[in-house]
């Protein structure tokens, strides 16, 4: 669900924020409490590496990502003293039905099975984050170190929009 800032729909990154951070938030403060008074507990939550770097087109999802990393950021800093562990996961491209619909043509994406294996054994591990595919994941971190214009047009080359999406 892709939009250009142009044609922006309020009401979209409403559903991604809803979607991605406030319904996060509001499960951890019910869950939390019981975990903390059983002195102990796991949490693994999904964002992704588009939460990493803002990227065109994207401003909502990449927003609502972060702010979902943030979150459980806060909840590991506070409670980890209570015994409760938190993984992130910052996945990238994952071969769903969400994602065959993505206007964007991607140039890899990843078997569901294989991030979700991924996934297992990192909570298992219960390993404060997890960044897949690797190749992916070091670009985004090159990518930090650009200057800004540099970075801003590379992320735009490789987004690749399709011509209609800014009028919506």
Known sequence: ????????????????????????LVLLSRLVPAMSGRGGGHVTAVASL???LGLPYEAAYSSS????????????AELGPRGLTFTIVYP????TPMFRQNV?????SI???????RIYVGSLERRPELRFPSGEYAK??????????????LARQAMNPPKDIESG
């Not at 990238?92 to 071969?95: E, S």
């Not at 078997?111 to 294996?117: G, K």
């Open 1 to 24: 669900r892709a939009q250009s800032l142009l044609a922006f729909d309020w009401r979209q990154a409403r559903d991604d924020f809803s979607v991605n951070a406030l319904s996060n």
């Open 50 to 52: 588009a939460a990493l």
């Open 65 to 76: 990502k972060a702010a979902l990393a943030t979150i459980v950021e806060s909840a590991r």
């Open 92 to 95: 990238g491209f994952v071969d």
């Open 104 to 108: 964007f043509k991607h140039t890899y």
């Open 111 to 117: 078997p569901a099975r294989e991030a979700a294996e």
């Open 140 to 153: 985004l971190r090159v990518g930090r170190f650009l200057p800004a214009r540099l970075r801003d047009r």
